[in-house]
């Protein structure tokens, strides 16, 4: 499926936008679900998500294994990692349960990373012209 960039507005006052690799994804946990866009980050580690999307979700996040994230907000985050199915809308045979991180941050809602969403998907960025492609293995 090819896909084109997202345009951001920028939060600085040198650039006006950006594109960016975003993607709708479910997020779902039983009978709640929530969509929303994700940025695929292939310099992010494991996939993350904000904590605020697990209380949404009636996930209890703080159960799940924790460790400490560090590059978000130039200081170590505490990460809990639990199970989380996720589906990508117009993408075939795209649901998959992974291990996810849950963070305590604003400046995170959904980074898709290398595990729990590179490790599922063929991606090929394009960004001469703003657009990816993604395919399930």
Same mark, same amino acid.
């Not at 991180?101 to 991606?123: A, Y």
């Given at each position: ?17 950006? @594109? ?52 978000? &907000? ?10 989380? &199915? ?8 795209? /649901? ?7 963070? &305590? ?11 729990? @969403?590179?490790?599922? @998907? ?6 001469? /012209? /703003?657009?990816? &492609?993604?395919?399930? @293995?």
């Amino acid at each position: 499926m090819k896909i084109p960039y997202s345009k951001i507005k920028s939060k600085s006052k040198n650039f006006d936008y950006f @594109f960016r690799p975003m993607i709708n994804v479910v997020l779902i946990n039983g009978t709640k679900s929530r969509t929303q866009k994700g940025l695929i980050d292939s310099g992010a580690d494991y996939t993350l998500l904000s904590s605020s999307i697990a209380k949404d979700l009636g996930i209890n996040y703080k159960l799940g294994i924790h460790d400490v994230t560090l590059g978000i &907000e130039n200081r170590p985050l505490t990460t809990y990692y639990c199970e989380l &199915e996720i589906a990508i809308p117009g993408i075939d045979n795209s /649901n998959f349960t992974s291990l996810v991180g849950f963070v &305590e941050s604003g400046s995170v809602g959904i980074l898709l990373g290398q595990k729990g @969403f590179f490790d599922k @998907f063929n991606i090929k960025f394009s960004k001469q /012209n /703003n657009y990816f &492609e993604i395919d399930p @293995f």
